[in-house]
């Protein structure tokens, strides 16, 4: 069995895998104790395979655990200068956030050619490969709710309520014309950012904690799409193969 590990600030998502790739078990927890409950849930793998954009302290102390739980070193993923088919256009790999990078790796492996790789978490990136695999570089902005916490931490606006994404019509209250704005002005930027994909016959990706939100709303368009909750993760087998 592998374990693929895809280490965020606060939430651990997991999947469990055979020797052919076949998926086996999947879930999400945690990062305070998410180690160990799988250690007690699944057993022991043979290999680990991590992606983690934590700072180096961070995933030193992560080996340290994983190590205990299963008495092996795991693979942590890195951002390279091209792999599984893609080259990276950063002119410092490195630096490419090795979430983004397993995305399109990823992406590259379902074979659709050229893509638009949607992550709508916090951040909300976007990532644009041809369909030789060359990436074009990317996009990062804030989600929708770091949208919407800045125009509140910037006006006298106060809304005491959660958010609620449901529409991206002109909104009859303070609360609505914010929300649906927002919501409004992300989905068209989207639809812009992935027409050249999809004019060639490509695909457009969403993953990430916003995904079936803005899913929502392409469909109202009739904007092709398919969303794949665990693109990092499927991105570590073409990393770390």
């Known amino acids: 069995m592998i374990l693929d590990l895809d280490v965020g600030n606060t939430r651990l998502k997991w999947r469990s895998v055979d020797a052919q790739g076949v998926l086996l078990a999947r879930g999400a927890q945690s990062n305070n104790d998410g180690l160990d409950t799988l250690a007690k849930q699944l057993g022991a793998p043979h290999r680990v395979r991590v992606a983690c954009v934590r700072d180096v302290a961070f995933r030193e102390q992560l080996q340290l655990r994983i190590r205990a739980c299963w008495s092996l070193d795991a693979e942590f993923a890195r951002s390279t200068p091209q792999a599984a088919g893609v080259i990276n256009a950063y002119a410092q790999p490195e630096n ?85 704005g927002i919501l409004s002005m992300t989905v068209a930027w989207l ?19 916003d995904a079936q939100v803005l899913s929502v709303q392409l469909q109202a368009r009739s904007v092709p799409h398919e969303i794949v909750a665990d693109l990092v993760l499927e991105g570590l087998a073409a990393a770390l193969p």
Not at 158 to 179: D, K, N
Request: hydrophobic letters at 45%; one cysteine or more; glycine letters at 14%.
């Open 96 to 180: 490419l956030g090795v979430d983004r990078w397993l995305t399109m790796l990823a992406a590259k492996a379902r074979g659709q050619g050229a893509c638009c790789i949607v992550d709508a978490g916090s951040a909300l990136t976007v990532d644009l490969l041809c369909d030789d695999g060359r990436h074009l570089g990317g996009y990062i902005v804030p989600g929708l709710a770091m949208q919407r916490a800045s125009l509140l931490a910037g006006t006298a606006i106060r809304l005491p309520e959660p958010p609620v994404w449901e529409q991206a019509t002109p909104g009859a209250s303070t609360s609505a014309a914010i929300h649906n």
């Open 191 to 209: 639809i812009a950012m992935s027409e050249s994909a999809l004019s060639s016959g490509g695909a457009l990706y969403l993953t990430g904690g």
